[in-house]
């Protein structure tokens, strides 16, 4: 995937994403880029090409959504910022990214995650994509041959409902590939079969074992046993679960995800409704807890701030990680600043909180606009102290 992804990479002209190209243990026929440009492709699709010019065809396209930020203003800001933590967990790498996303999910718009294309995106997606793969050497009719053969085989699999739910059709790709074809400088490609390379990646697909319902390593369950225990301010509530607890402000709102220690807590109007209809955090916290590949605060704090600032651009951090000391736990708060989602006029501020615990990392979310940060921002501080870990 990376020897592939690079040919194409070295195609772009100018301001180059930071691709990365990854492999899922997953038999579904998917490929997916995430804004920012980390790549994803299941092994269910290397499985199904025919040839590396076919992969390169889909590599191109989605690359082509990214270059193109078909995404960014439709991915929901609470996805963007949620995803990095399971990057950095390297939850994507170890299958079953759908699942763990809808067991993350914290009710907002889980299942936007994916990002839906208009047709016309499609069309873009698919001509840079051939453009790509033609200046690496791939015929790029190979791309639409893909789409369609995987078109119609996934109709009646239906192991491609998602690919296909979030790029949708646009009618007529080969005719619209030949077409763009004509002005490019005339070139061989190399003959799409099935390479050695190829042939040896199929047979190692074969040998990796099913995708478990278990969760995968590096996404955190709660574990069985009583609540956390916490003091709760005056007008407080608190949110308890087996591994933390926290109090925020009693008019509040929580709703916590599948996988029991995901939340998200959200003030009386905090939650709103973004350009494309996904639900967005104006005003409120986001807390997930994930397994780092790095037990070092600074480097796993430094990775999740990566992470965000990929996926999306518009929000800065604006200071230096600060120490903290929560229930005796390392921790570290980073402010960051960015549009506001509540206040279009505004901007609004974020404090991220990462604390290392046994059982992994702790990630906590705060955001409200500039204009109620004077409140905002104690209330926050005060949250934070009252958080307790289990031992
Ligand atoms: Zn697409």
Redesign the pocket.
């Known amino acids: 995937m990376n020897r592939i992804g690079q040919r194409l990479v070295n195609g772009i002209e100018g301001e180059k994403f930071p691709f990365t190209f990854k492999v899922v243990n997953d038999p579904s026929i998917n490929a997916f880029a995430l804004p920012g440009g980390p790549m994803y492709v299941h092994t269910g699709l290397i499985a199904a090409a025919d040839s590396e010019a076919q992969i390169a065809g889909v590599l191109g396209?989605?690359m082509?959504?990214v270059m193109l930020r078909?995404g960014t203003n439709q991915a929901s800001k609470a996805n963007l910022i949620q995803i990095p933590a399971m990057i950095a967990a390297g939850l994507f790498e170890r299958g079953g990214m759908m699942g763990q996303l809808a067991q993350m999910g914290i009710g907002l718009g889980a299942n936007s995650v994916l990002l839906k294309?208009s047709r016309t995106?499609?069309n873009d997606?698919?001509l840079f994509g051939a453009r790509l793969a033609h200046k690496a050497g791939y015929n790029p009719v190979e791309l639409a041959r893909f789409f369609e053969k995987l078109e119609a085989d996934g109709g009646r699999s239906g192991r491609m409902q998602e690919f296909f739910a979030?790029?949708?059709n646009p009618g007529n790709r080969i005719q619209n590939i030949q077409g763009d074809m004509k002005f490019y400088p005339q070139k061989p490609y190399e003959a799409a079969a099935l390479t050695p390379e190829l042939v040896k990646a199929r047979a190692i697909i074969k040998t990796l074992p099913a995708l478990g319902k278990k969760p995968a390593q590096g996404q955190v369950q709660a574990p069985p046993g009583p609540p956390v225990s916490i003091t709760v301010p005056n007008g407080f509530k608190a949110h308890q679960t087996s591994i933390y607890a926290i109090a925020y402000p009693g008019d509040w709102t929580v709703r916590p995800a599948q996988d029991g220690v995901s939340a998200s807590i959200i003030a009386a109007d905090g939650a709103v409704k973004g350009g494309s209809g996904q639900e967005d955090i104006g005003h409120g916290i986001m807390i997930s807890f994930v397994q780092p590949q790095t037990t070092d605060i600074n480097a796993a704090t430094e990775e999740i701030l990566k992470g965000i600032t990929q996926g999306n651009p518009n929000l800065k951090i604006s200071g230096s990680p600060q120490g903290v000391r929560i229930d005796n736990y390392v921790g570290r708060v980073t402010p960051m600043q960015g549009p506001s989602s509540m206040r279009p006029s505004e901007r609004e501020n974020v404090l991220v909180l990462t604390v290392m615990h046994s059982r992994g990392m702790f990630y906590g979310v705060f955001i409200a606009p500039e204009s109620r940060w004077r409140v905002a921002e104690p209330e926050y501080q005060q949250m934070m102290q009252t958080l307790r870990f289990s031992r």
Do not use: I, K, N, Y
Request: proline share 8%; no cysteine; charged share 25%.
């Open positions: 396209h989605e082509g959504h078909h294309f995106a499609e997606a698919d979030s790029h949708p």
